[in-house]
């Protein structure tokens, strides 16, 4: 993949590049095809390679001069398991498989700013390309820290970026603070008594317990989590009974959900609230019920300092004001596994207008090929103002 001096993040390769990975899609842990093609290329711009952290993902590292400070740089690699109902000319290739959040285009930017650096080396310090699999729900963060990756690359910060629909491809914004939500799942179960559905007093009803529970489970927001404190829990899933029988009342009947929040405080809350619930209820109608909640990701909060310098940075490469007040989301990122150890900054980018209203896990979205320049440039600016 040779560069030009007029072209010097291979722009036309890396589009093509972020095509082809579009077109083969891998889901969490099972980014072979992808993490082969990133370390070929970080290969062969004479950066050092360690794969196998996380199963399929890469770390990639430059170290130049004597400076003593190391960050990091993430991106993700895995698409998700449904169907592209779009049209583009690089389609997803394999059944029900895409990159419907755009980690295909946030691994060329990152890989277009590593091999732009392993030429320019315009910084004191080292700097480590994470490529991670697995972020979809999938843990492949955690898993990349299980198998050692900060005591074989210990850093002083750590930087994400994501891109976001609604902003334009040369707008960036960096806040500090809370920018993505806590992502927990929780599962109910009350266990009743089953019984004939004509004879509904000779058994105990968990299905109206059920009832009972979801439509009392959105008041632990409204009442008892602190107004100020944003807080989202959902209930995503329910079972019990059976469609041909629908003359027996069930003896058990499962919920389960999600529930989100921007500090451990809340968090816990939630968990407590969401059991306390189900066991009351559970007791008011003479049953039991049991519950588990399972904590998959963290809040992602911005660093003060770490911010500062990913803002400075935006500054440089961005045709529009960087926006400093834009509000969190309630979507999760594992990338908060990392920035619960090390001073972190998690970035948005943004991916143009939703065409079609194709925002991010739409069957119709796709990634902006017009972002990549700004997000190579960002990654680069950021490395050469924080290794100085």
């Known amino acids: 993949m040779p560069h030009k001096d007029s072209d010097p993040f291979e722009l036309d390769a890396m589009i093509a590049l972020r095509h082809d990975l579009h077109a083969h899609p891998e889901l969490g842990f099972e980014e072979v095809r992808t993490s082969d093609i ?13 794969r196998g952290l996380g199963k399929t993902g890469i770390v990639g590292t430059i170290s130049v001069g004597h400076g003593g400070r190391a960050i990091a740089l993430r991106a993700d690699m ?9 049209e583009p000319k690089y389609k997803s290739t394999v059944a029900n498989t895409m990159h419907a959040c755009g980690h295909d285009g946030h691994t060329v930017m990152l890989l277009a700013a590593a091999r732009h650096l392993a030429r320019t080396r315009q910084f004191s310090g080292t700097v480590h390309f994470i ?16 198998d050692g990756f900060l005591d074989r690359f210990p850093i002083d910060a750590v930087y994400g970026l994501h891109n976001m629909p609604g902003l334009a491809t040369d707008e960036m914004a960096v806040v500090a603070g809370p920018q993505l939500a806590s992502s927990d ?23 109206t317990a059920a ?28 079972s019990g009974g059976d469609f041909r029988a629908l003359n027996v009342i069930p003896d058990d009947v499962r919920i ?17 609230e969401i059991g306390q619930l189900a066991a009351g209820i559970a007791t008011s109608f003479g049953i039991t019920a049991s519950y588990s909640f399972k904590r998959r990701i963290a809040p992602v909060i911005n660093d003060l300092k770490a911010t500062e310098t990913a803002l400075a940075a935006a500054r440089q490469v961005t045709g529009k004001p960087v926006v400093t007040d834009f509000p969190p989301s309630t979507a999760g990122d594992d ?31 796709d990634f902006n090929d017009a972002a990549i320049l700004t997000g190579a440039r960002y990654w680069t600016a950021l490395v050469e103002a924080e290794l100085r």
């Open 211 to 238: 009832a009972h529970f979801l439509t009392a489970l959105h008041t632990i927001v409204a009442r008892r989590v602190d107004p100020l404190q944003p807080a989202v829990v959902s209930a995503c899933a329910i």
């Open 131 to 146: 490529f991670q699999p697995a972020e979809e729900g999938r843990g492949g963060a955690r898993a990349m820290l299980a």
């Open 256 to 272: 389960g959900g999600t529930a989100r929040a921007y500090s451990a405080e809340v968090r816990e809350q939630l968990e407590l």
């Open 335 to 365: 990338f908060a596994e990392f920035g619960n150890l090390v001073p972190g900054c998690y970035v948005w980018l943004g991916n143009g207008p939703a065409v079609d209203g194709a925002l991010h896990h739409n069957s119709r979205y």
């Open 78 to 86: 895995d698409a998700l398991a449904m169907p592209e109902l779009g």
């Open 38 to 50: 990133v370390a070929r290329l970080l290969a062969d711009a004479g950066i050092a390679v360690d």
């Open 185 to 207: 799942s929780w599962e109910v179960a009350f266990h009743g008594i089953g019984t004939h559905g004509a004879k509904p007093h000779l058994g105990r009803d968990g299905m």
